[in-house]
T-cell receptor, first 114, second 116 residues
Framework: EADIYQTPRYLVIGTGKKITLECSQT?????MYWYQQDPGMELHLIHY???????EKGDLSSESTVSRIRTEHFPLTLESARPSHTSQYLC?????????????FGPGTRLLVL | AQTVTQSQPEMSVQEAETVTLSCTYD???????LFWYKQPPSRQMILVIR??????QNATENRFSVNFQKAAKSFSLKISDSQLGDAAMYFC?????????????FGTGTRLTIIP
């Protein structure tokens, strides 16, 4: 199992609140990713980073933002949560040094916005 | 853009039997990687098996093996001697081999149920 962590695992919050989902990895991977996954559905890439101070938007448009100030940390922020943001958010990381640059996933954060 | 299709939303298999999950993909690239990921209920997504497109030999990992048909753009997963712990959502994923394009494209998943 890879050493990638996400907190909180579950979050129930009211509309309009600002939230930050944390993702940390201890493997020294330079690349990190955020995916959004609705229950029983496929994953969609919403953000990725190829290193410190590098962030890019993914294939699925998202109102969230990300930052990459430290290699091991890749937090995702929603400035004003809405019910449409209810979903599961998965963080992943990879490195050219891992075989075929395989992505390793965190346990996910299940977000419910009321 | 690449697409990945999993045409079986749900599958079930008797414990100790063999099951095959289907995956097809569409790409104009000649070099790429294919993956099968497993996501147990409320648990972490983990890699099951991976295949390099330029390798003709099918990948195997213990009870898991793939049937990679490059010309047909097919990448099925065979699970032998199914166990209760194999129950999960299985996702097929594609990644380009191009440097700087390491994003994964996922299929919609197949929910596998193991019948005791």
């Amino acid at each position: 199992e890879a050493d990638i962590y996400q907190t909180p695992r579950y979050l129930v919050i009211g509309t309009g609140k600002k939230i930050t989902l944390e993702c940390s990895q201890t493997m020294g991977h330079d690349k990190m990713y955020w995916y959004q996954q609705d229950p029983g559905m496929e994953l969609h890439l919403i953000h990725y980073s190829y290193g410190v101070n590098s962030t890019e938007k993914g294939d699925l448009s998202s109102e969230s933002t990300v930052s990459r100030i430290r290699t091991e940390h890749f937090p995702l922020t929603l400035e004003s949560a809405r019910p449409s943001h209810t979903s599961q958010y998965l963080c992943a990381s990879s490195s050219p040094e891992t075989y075929q640059e395989t992505q390793y996933f965190g346990p996910g954060t299940r977000l419910l916005v009321l | 853009a690449q697409t990945v299709t999993q045409s079986q939303p749900e599958m079930s298999v008797q414990e100790a039997e063999t099951v095959t999950l289907s995956c097809t993909y569409d790409t104009s690239e000649s070099d790429y990687y294919l993956f099968w990921y497993k996501q147990p209920p409320s648990r972490q997504m983990i890699l099951v098996i991976r295949q390099e497109a330029y390798k003709q030999q099918n990948a195997t990992e213990n009870r898991f093996s793939v049937n990679f048909q490059k010309a047909a753009k097919s990448f099925s997963l065979k699970i032998s001697d199914s166990q209760l712990g194999d129950a999960a959502m299985y996702f097929c994923a594609y990644r380009s081999a191009d440097f700087g394009n390491e994003k994964l494209t996922f299929g919609t998943g197949t929910r596998l149920t193991i019948i005791p």
